[in-house]
């Protein structure tokens, strides 16, 4: 079993923010998709998602800061055992043996010796050789390999959150949902979802990349978006039609709008962790026809005396 901390290679103490920065570096490095013929970055890649899973669920990285689950989210074993000499220390015990920090007595392979406590417990039935006792210091069965789903999830769905169909490597299609926070490297994991083995079923791992949109744009977790508006529009002002990732909402243009200039529209753009969301940014655009001879003969007879350009010197 790995610590977690170490596959991610980060302090104990290391942030939220420390975490997910590693995490994304070695899920970029290690992915399937660009180790196709290297199994073993497959299975780091496994190791690095799961390690990533239990240092940002907060209970379960506290749990295994106290020692109470390994860096498998397993319990961690009974009455403290599998310290030996690294918790303070072994002392002499007969040939072979000793004992660990806890005061319990190993022998000569290594597995500690339970028979006087069981002895005590149960009358010494069953304590040595065998029975009760004989199921202390097995190693689990092994599960199943995880399996590493890829989902492209169009742009618009990403920032609304809204369900994807997942079809699993039985045939069987799940409904999944998508975390707030969600992003292209974005990794879910679906507990016993994996291959069978003789200790129970891997996880899958679905591998989140957002598609991108042929107009918005991501921001962090704003959405960004260039809206051309006509001359007219912005010379008198008015209120115009603008597309969002949720639906379409009435924008006012002030009157006198210039190229550049940016609106925000609260809350329409992707959803944050705790709970908000970001805004939409809209960019004014002014869109002149190419070959309109109205307007061509009104410029001809208008004059703007203004040298828009001399703040750059020019």
Partial sequence: MADPYQTLGVARGASEADIKKAYRKLA????PDRNKDNPKASERFSQVTNAYDLLTDKDKRARFDRGEIDGDGNPAAPFGFGGGAGRGG??????GGGFNSAGYEFGAGGEPDMSDIFEGLFGGGQARGGGFASGFGRRPQPRGANV?????????????????????????TIDLKLPAGVESG???KLGGKGEQGPGGAGDAIVAIEVQSHRFFTRDGDDVRLD????????????????????KAVMLTIPKGTTS?????????????????RGDQLVTLVIDVPADDAALQQFVAGWTDARNPRAAMGV
């Fill in 90 to 95: 072994a002392r002499p015990g007969g040939p």
């Fill in 148 to 172: 590493t789903y890829r989902l492209q999830v169009p742009f618009i769905d990403a920032a609304t959150l809204a369900p994807q169909r997942v079809t699993l490597g039985d045939g069987k």
């Fill in 28 to 31: 970029k490095e290690l992915h």
């Fill in 186 to 188: 974005t990794q879910m």
């Fill in 227 to 246: 809206l051309p508006v006509t001359l007219g529009e912005a010379v008198a002002g008015g209120t115009v039609r603008v597309p969002t990732v949720d």
């Fill in 260 to 276: 550049g200039k940016t609106l925000r529209l609260k809350g329409k753009g992707f959803h944050r962790k705790d709970g908000t």
